[in-house]
């Protein structure tokens, strides 16, 4: 969808970013803090100190109890991390931070935010750019889009869009024009109707 582009313009322009993804692959590489759990809950998919992440999927993927598990393993962990981030970025004095967050809404994330920015693309390209990782194939990249939420509630649900599918130049003039307003905006936090 562009999502990580996104948050790279953002960064660009001098806003601190906490990438979940980012997180996550810190927390089940080598000396991760989730590696020994990790372990512990799916024997075998630890080598070097570091989770095997395609022996993971292989274990997790099409398995709902299981993933459930991953879950339980990772996302306190993550929301930790989340929390710290935050902390420091409040004791730096910044009024603009960024939570690059995957399945926001799914999980109930946008909670935890002033303002939720969609990042979206037509589906045609989605299916491009997703089809073009490696590993992933036509039926991952349809139970992948069978656990999210519909595209037009997402859109309904979020307070801005930046559409990737115009092309990078246009999307990273809209985001800037978005942190342009946020920067202009009253001290404190936003209201989600803004």
């Not at 393993?73 to 409040?90: C, D, G, K, N, T």
């Not at 130049?169 to 001290?187: E, I, K, N, S, T």
């Amino acid at each position: 969808m562009g999502k990580s582009t996104a948050a790279r313009m953002m960064r660009g322009l001098g806003v601190p970013c906490h990438d979940a993804d980012a997180t996550v692959h810190a927390l089940l590489g080598p000396g991760g803090g989730a590696v020994a759990a990790v372990a512990a809950a799916f024997p075998g998919v630890v080598h070097n100190g570091a989770v095997d992440r395609a022996a993971l999927g292989t274990r997790v993927f099409g398995d709902d109890a299981a993933l459930k598990r991953l879950e339980a393993i990772l996302h306190p962990r993550v929301r930790a991390a989340e929390r710290a981030f935050l902390r420091r970025q409040a004791l730096a004095r910044r009024r603009l931070v960024v939570l690059d967050v995957p399945l926001l809404f799914e999980t109930g994330g946008e909670h935890r935010c002033d303002l939720v920015l969609l990042v979206t693309a037509p589906a045609f390209l989605q299916a491009q750019r997703v089809l073009r990782r490696p590993g992933m194939t036509p039926e991952r990249l349809a139970r992948i889009r069978a656990k999210q939420m519909p595209e037009a509630d997402k859109r309904r649900r979020a307070d801005r869009t930046v559409n990737t599918g115009l092309g990078m130049a246009p999307a990273y003039r809209r985001v800037r024009a978005l942190v342009d307003y946020l920067r202009a905006a009253p001290a404190g936090p936003m209201t989600r109707t803004s």
